[in-house]
């Protein structure tokens, strides 16, 4: 009865929040109750994933190699396993998680403008997020998420059917996702924003306009993945201006480390199959493709991004770097073309396992325009595995913008989830 009464709460909450309004894949601390596990199990510095982590995302929120074993708040079931035999005579059998799967996560921050104005200091309003993830039987997952930030607010989430087929072309090869899909893959596969540790995105999201909010990341995806590739290729909704959808797809290729499907560890470290450094540690190289084609406005004028990276991980030291090309026709008539480019480096280290200092570099070219470069360098600190801050600098070493708050600033962030 306890139970029943949390769910029909959790979904008053959940209505509501539709009625309000309609971004990534968070650090969810309702499967750190789900499994009584610490939060690192999965993140090195949330919202950023250890090799674990990708592997227990990919599986649809569920521990690769026998979900049951690990589970710790046994879930609700919603008819018997019997029923599978008679189908389709009944309804296919599932479950719910015992409790919901709810989590709040809190940001604030304070920006030190240093630009060549008068420096200035501004306390942002805080951003609040309600997360809600899981695993409804063995083969459907989910993904719902909240924003309010000063008067706004917004909404994301999920449906992910899994294993389609699986018979026929093998384990994890194809899932059908229904949603948001786009707030997740509209990005380089290994270098994405929802998985970094700076405030700061990465410059190709916005200069690519990459960072889909809302509606117009609304789509269906198929993805898969084994323990050396992963891939997603999707159709989302795009501006809304025009008849026609935009279509994306990426892949990723993995050497070394734990793989996609969470194979390849060799020591038990808590129950959970990891490799044998240390719960950040996962020694490889991986590097991948994306290439994304939107439509826009009435004219449906054509958005073209292609984009590659890589990410090597060796102990203690994480190393990045992407590059990503973006054509868009902005007069039909003339065939005028808008010709971006945007190549970025970036490096990490674990000093502690609670500090990570880190540098990017970041490098914009525009067809017409001045070239742009800048420098993001702070570091991370865990003051618990939930809760964490960021001081982060942001220095233009070539063209820095003029608009207000746009420039140079040092960023002082509190983050924490429960």
Same mark, same amino acid.
């Given at each position: ?23 990534? !894949? &968070? !650090? ?31 599986? $649809? %929120? ?19 396993? /019997? ?48 997360? +809600?993830?899981?695993?409804?039987? &063995? ?7 909240? &924003? ?18 699986? $018979? ?12 948001? =899909? ?24 916005? +200069? ?25 290729? *999707? ?12 279509? %994306? $797809? ?9 793989? %996609?499907?969470?194979?390849? $560890? ?11 450094? *240390? ?6 190289? +991986? ?14 004028? &054509? ?10 991980? %060796? ?5 990045? +770097? /992407?590059?990503?090309? /973006? ?40 067809? *017409? ?10 570091? =991370? ?20 913008? !003029? ?16």
């Amino acid at each position: 009865m306890k139970k029943l009464t949390l769910w029909i709460l959790f979904l008053t909450v959940f209505t509501i929040g539709v009625e309000l309004a309609p971004k990534d !894949a &968070e !650090a969810i601390p309702a499967f750190a109750r789900k499994y009584k596990t610490a939060c690192i199990t999965c993140h090195a510095t949330f919202p950023r994933l250890t090799a674990q982590g990708e592997a227990f995302r990919l599986n $649809g %929120y569920k521990m690769p190699g026998g979900d049951e074993l690990f589970i710790k708040d046994q879930p609700m079931s919603l008819g018997a396993a /019997g029923y599978k035999r008679v189908f389709p005579k009944s309804v296919w059998p599932s479950d719910i998680p015992g409790m919901p799967p709810v989590a709040i996560r809190f940001t604030q921050k304070t920006v030190y403008g240093i630009g060549d104005n008068d420096p200035t200091v501004d306390f942002n309003a805080p951003s609040t997020k309600i997360l +809600a993830a899981g695993s409804m039987g &063995e083969d459907m997952s989910f993904f719902t998420e909240f &924003e309010f930030e000063d008067e706004a607010s917004e909404i994301s989430g999920w449906l992910m059917w899994e294993d389609l087929l699986d $018979g026929a072309i093998g384990e994890n090869h194809l899932n059908i996702k229904i949603g948001s =899909v786009g707030m997740q893959d509209l990005a380089l596969p290994n270098t994405r924003s929802h998985n970094m540790i700076t405030t700061e995105m990465y410059l190709y999201t916005s +200069a690519m306009g990459l960072h889909a909010e809302g509606g117009s990341n609304t789509g269906l995806e198929l993805n898969g993945f084994d323990k050396w590739w992963r891939y997603n290729l *999707g159709i989302t909704q795009g501006d809304g201006e025009t008849a026609k959808k935009d279509f %994306y $797809g990426a892949a990723s290729f993995k050497l070394g480390g734990l793989g %996609y499907d969470g194979s390849g $560890g060799t020591t038990e470290e808590g129950g959970l199959s990891t490799t044998p450094a *240390g719960y950040w540690r996962d020694d490889s190289i +991986a590097f991948g493709f994306f290439g994304y084609r939107s439509y826009n406005g009435p004219q449906d004028e &054509e958005s073209d991004r292609y984009g590659v990276d890589l990410r090597l991980n %060796y102990r203690d030291l994480s190393v990045a +770097a /992407g590059y990503i090309s /973006g054509k868009d026709i902005e007069d039909h008539m003339s065939g005028l073309l808008l010709d971006q480019d945007v190549y970025f480096g970036e490096a990490e280290y674990f000093a502690y396992p609670w500090l990570q200092p880190y540098v990017r570099f970041e490098g914009l070219s525009v067809s *017409g325009a001045d070239n742009t470069s800048r420098v993001i360098a702070g570091a =991370v600190m865990l003051a618990r595995a939930n809760v964490k801050f960021n001081v982060e600098g942001r220095f233009y070493t070539d063209n820095e913008p !003029a608009t207000d708050g746009a420039g140079n600033r040092v960023v002082f962030s509190l983050d924490y989830a429960f």
